[in-house]
């Protein structure tokens, strides 16, 4: 996909400590982040750590994600991390300096940097926590890993899971990795690894320890209350930086991602039309959830049917590698929004840790003459589902089944896992 790239100020600020090593990472964020606007400050060469510390508090961007890029020499100043707020990491390149790293290493640092902002998870008291805290470990070691996203396990999860690794406690803390690999965690500590094959094999996993500690969702929405405020500041300054574009439009699938696109457009523009696209193959569930969430938050949704149910008996179903259906949905989308404006302004749920794909596109873009802009590209799956429960918006009930992500029923992206949460749930797979 090429995307035309459309830049109103930075969703991301990087500090170095020296001008060498901004320049590095001018030339590295030119070459493979151009578009994004990332914005690059020197701190002027201080030395010292209280002068350190001062001049990042001065160059810090409290409505921008911060990434304070540290050469091996200055390595020891990493602590300075817990002293600021959740929108600042401090990161450390394998190198004696910043300067001295390839072009591919600090893009790669970069990468990890941002996946260290939304995936760095702490056991405080009782429950799991996204706010920094210097008196617990983080938990778990995959925090910096671009492929990891982090999700709260809710009831349905743990049914079915709980058939494969024993019982499991309530609300766990999943780390999803690629390749089917899901790290569960019932308290502070590692409980088991589940495994979940893209296509075509069974669940498999592996108990590694017995502790078994239930969490509230209420604990989880109170302890993270405020960072959920820090990300929601960033997402809606970003969001109000295009209000002069044109008309707004968000596409709602009815996925926790979209919806939350959805709650922050409403929040930072007020007016907003929202686009569902009906396959013909929909879940029940998620019309329903369309219909009484739309009402709930008084947003006018419009229809987009893209007759992937009268193509279908004409074509071979879709599949990973021809996602035709895919294609159908994107072109009636775009079709809608553009009758409902001329410049359409497209509020989407795009997330870092969806897909390698989506980690590469601007935070702000143009494509197939719409405006496209991302406001939760910086979230984990916890901090959406976090951020909707705390503003009292329901989940999709298909969450509560077990659901990862909401797609329609005859997507090819349906794993073993999905196929057993419609079994075990009696869920309907009729078009319709």
Partial sequence: MRFALLYVGAMHRVLARSRSDAKALEAMLSRFFRGWGTEVC???????EEAF??????????????????????????HLDADF?????????????????????????????????????????????????????????????????????LSGFVEVASEVLGKLGENPLVVRLYGGKHLIFCGPKLTA???????GEELGGRVVSEERVDVSLESLVERNR????????????FLKRFADRGEVVVPWSGGKDSTCALLLAKKAFGDVTAVYVDTGYEFPQTKRYIEEVSKKLGVRVEVAYAKVDEELPKREPPTLQNRWCAWMKINALNQKMLELADKPLSVVGDRDA???????????REYMGVFQLAPIKQWSTMMAQLYLLANG??????????????????????RSWEKRVIERFGLSTQAG
């Fill in 42 to 48: 020197s701190l002027g060469g201080v030395s010292g």
């Fill in 53 to 78: 510390a001062k001049a990042v508090e001065e160059h810090i961007n409290s409505e921008a994600y911060n990434i304070v890029f540290l050469g091996r020499v200055e390595a020891e100043l990493v």
């Fill in 85 to 153: 707020p959740e929108n600042v990491v401090f990161f450390v390149v394998d190198k004696a300096r910043v300067r001295n790293a390839r072009l591919e290493e600090l893009a790669e640092c970069f990468e990890r940097a941002r996946a260290l902002l939304r995936n760095r998870v702490w056991w405080v008291g009782d429950a799991y926590s996204l706010s920094k805290t210097s008196d617990e470990p983080m938990i778990g070691d995959v925090c910096r890993d671009p492929a990891a996203d982090l999700f709260i396990g």
């Fill in 193 to 199: 690894e589940l495994h979940i094959p893209e296509e």
């Fill in 226 to 237: 405020r960072v959920m405020e820090v990300h929601e500041k960033i997402a809606l300054s």
């Fill in 354 to 364: 969806e897909s390698r794909m989506r980690s590469e596109r601007p935070p702000a």
């Fill in 393 to 414: 918006v329901p989940l999709n009930p298909l969450y509560e089944m077990g659901f990862y992500r909401i797609g329609c029923t005859i997507c090819p992206a349906l």
